[in-house]
């Protein structure tokens, strides 16, 4: 059976590269790593999300996007089905994901969560995403969402934002 | 009482703590005493709200009527609510929005630890969740009571004062009654009375790092948990229902 199904359902994993994150638009819903699995079953898609922290206000829009793109794409009646365990974590972000961050001028997460330093706040070097030097400092531990801390370049002086280990 | 009667107290209980610590913490926004601090009080308001929406909704499920997670935060009064009296005490200033912060943050860490081991896959589901956000909440907290108690002879002294008045508010959280008692039974819930010690120490050697003194007292106020408030709370949900209450239905 299984050769349309699959067809589908790598459709769908494609289309889903086009959900954008609402905050960071650069990144793709899949870019997070918060799409945890597509399930094709009696014809309706279901998408099975997780969410990055538990009050992000991204997490509803994200759920409304991705069930308009299903929609667009022929695929009706799609559902979206949130779990939490596995709890969410940076290390679920692609490295392409990484990429467009920095490019963005956001400082991607740096380290594996499974340092128990960098869950308590003691980062490690965490790099300039304008001029890439590492001689930069913690502003505060919460910035503009949820998922972000404050830095400073001490080199270029520029103030940025530091996707933080989660 | 029946288990199940007594699972949705405690998962209100949980959801009131957060609910009702999260809108004090709301009350910051744009007072905080610097930028960054107004946004990290909002940044972990929305964590407990976050929180407080998978308990509600949780509490639903378990009810198994057609209520929604609204419905619980907007159409109970004060003697339905659960929330232990220390989240619903007022800001007043930086140093006693800290302190209060600081107690239930490292009562909130470990109770949580434990709570990720529940045999109730939901409320481990939830815990599992919460602890991340929480560490950074605890991080927060503890720094700045490090730093207002060990800096300047003001903010010391607004510190400790803090610290005694709120201190008579923390013996509640790891008190048991009935509901408790069923469900840590059941292996649902948490032995509070086993979080004391390390509470304790742990408040205690970060305490004396930050040159601030733990009152002797161990007398202290108790109630919410069973709906017996402080009078804060009725004006918490005055603001808090005004809307939903008046305009009955209405969303965005
Ligand atoms: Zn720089």
Redesign the interface.
């Known amino acids: 059976m299984d050769t349309t199904k699959n067809k589908v359902l790598q459709e769908v994993w494609e289309i889903l590269e086009q959900v954008p994150d609402p905050e960071i638009p650069v990144l793709s819903a899949i870019d997070l790593g918060i799409i945890r699995d597509v399930i094709f079953h009696d014809g309706k898609i279901e998408v099975v999300i997780t ?1 990055t ?5 991204a997490m509803n829009m994200i759920e409304v996007n991705i069930k308009s793109i299903l929609q667009e794409n022929g695929f009706q009646n799609s559902m979206v089905t949130t ?7 940076t290390d679920w972000m692609s490295e392409k994901g990484k990429e467009k961050l920095k490019a963005y001028g956001i400082a991607p997460p740096v380290g594996k969560t499974s340092d128990k330093h960098v ?3 003691e980062e490690k070097l965490v790099c300039c995403p304008q001029c890439g030097s590492n001689h930069t400092e913690l ?6 969402t ?1 998922c972000k801390s ?1 830095y400073k370049c001490l080199d270029c002086k520029e103030p940025f934002d530091y996707f ?1 280990c ?1 | 009482m029946t288990k199940q009667e007594a699972l949705l107290k405690y998962v209100l209980r949980l959801a009131d703590n957060v609910s009702i610590l999260g809108h004090r913490l709301g009350e910051w926004c744009g007072h905080g005493p610097v930028l ?2 107004d ?2 009080m909002t ?2 308001a ?6 407080a ?2 308990y509600y909704q949780y509490a639903s499920k378990i009810e198994g009527i057609d209520k929604t997670e609204d419905d619980y935060a907007y159409l109970r009064d004060p003697l339905d609510y659960y929330n232990l009296l220390i989240v619903e005490q007022p800001n007043k200033d930086f140093a006693y929005t800290i302190v209060r912060q600081y107690f239930f943050d490292v009562f909130h860490f470990l109770f949580l630890q434990k709570l990720s081991d529940s045999k109730d ?2 409320l ?3 815990a ?3 602890i ?2 929480v ?2 909440h605890c ?2 907290s503890g720094d700045w009571v490090l730093r207002l108690g060990d800096g300047t002879d003001t903010s010391h002294e607004k510190m400790q004062h803090a610290i005694d008045i709120l201190w008579t508010y923390t013996g509640e959280m790891f008190l048991m009654d009935e509901v408790d008692e069923i469900l840590l039974k059941e292996k649902i819930g948490v032995d509070l009375i086993g979080l004391r010690q390390e509470w304790l120490k742990i408040v205690s050697e970060h305490f004396k790092e930050a040159t601030l003194t733990l009152p002797e007292t161990t007398w202290s106020q108790k109630g919410g948990k069973q709906g017996y408030h402080s009078e804060h709370l009725g004006y918490i949900l005055a603001d808090m229902q005004y809307l939903p209450r008046t305009y009955p239905g209405s969303i965005w």
């Open positions: 969410p922290y538990t009050g992000c206000p779990v939490l365990s596995p709890a969410w974590t869950l308590m706040g502003i505060s531990q919460f910035g503009s949820a404050l933080k989660h | 960054e601090q946004i990290a940044n972990i929305l964590d407990c709200i976050g929180q929406r998978n896959k939901q481990a589901a939830i599992e969740k919460a991340k956000e560490t950074y991080k927060w």
